[in-house]
Each structure stands twice: as C-alpha cells, then as structure tokens.
C-alpha cells in the first residue's frame, strides 16, 4: 500500500496550490481519505477528510471556505484545493488512508489514529 502526495511548493500569500494523493495497493475506494499538516514546531493536526463513498466532508476552522477537498475513485486520487493561502499554511501535507471507517463523521476532526496507511508529505510554503 503506498499513497503518495504531491503538488506543494512555494507560493505567495494570496496563491492557490493543488495537492494530489495518489493511491497504489489499495481500493481508493473504500476508504476515507483524510489531510493532515504538520508545520514546524507545531503538532500534526487533522485539515480536512473526505467519506469514501457518500460525499460528507470535513474542514478545520481554520481552511473552511478557503480549501477545498474532493476525489476521483477512478484515478484513484484525493485532491486538496488551496486557495488564499496564508503564511499560516505553511507545512508539510500529508493523505492518509482511514482503515476504522469509511463515512466522514460530521463535524469531527480526522482522528490520527484511525488513519493506518500515510502518505511521505509535500511541503508547502506560503511566504512572500
């Protein structure tokens, strides 16, 4: 099993960047998908996470309105859109596959420990 994130990099506040997780050895399909960032110094929290099959997403306060999470089972890839990034942003991302469920839970932050399978994380920089 191997997920796999790309699309970060440096961009100015203001800037929009597209990250991608990639699935490999696994039916994207069922499972949850979810984002989490760690930026330095700071605990790994959990952005956003997305249901398997039935559409129900969630956001942190934080990035509510600002990011936007969606997938393509048949690709079998997530996407992370960003927009108006803030130098708050700024972290390493990282996808991670929830083998405990497959529905989102509304209004709940990704639980780092439902999550078994973990993408390597692609930095992002929001800096001018």
């Known amino acids: 099993v191997q997920l796999q994130a790309s699309g970060g990099g440096l961009v100015q506040p203001g800037g929009s960047l597209r990250l991608s997780c990639v699935a490999s050895?696994?039916?994207?399909?069922?499972?949850?998908i979810g984002w989490f960032r760690q930026a330095p110094g700071k605990e790994r929290e959990g952005v956003s996470c997305i249901s398997a099959s039935d559409g129900n997403t969630y956001y942190a306060d934080s990035v509510k309105g600002r990011f936007t999470i969606s997938r393509d089972n048949a690709k079998h890839t997530v996407y992370l859109q960003m927009n108006s990034l803030k130098p708050e942003d700024t972290a390493v991302y990282y996808c991670?596959?929830?083998?405990?469920?497959?529905?989102?839970?509304?209004?709940?932050?990704?639980?780092?420990?439902?999550?078994?399978?973990w993408g390597q994380g692609t930095l992002v920089t929001v800096s001018s």
């Open positions: 991670a596959a929830n083998t405990m469920r497959r529905a989102v839970v509304p209004e709940t932050a990704p639980r780092e420990y439902e999550y078994d399978y």
């Open positions: 050895g696994l039916t994207l399909g069922d499972y949850a």
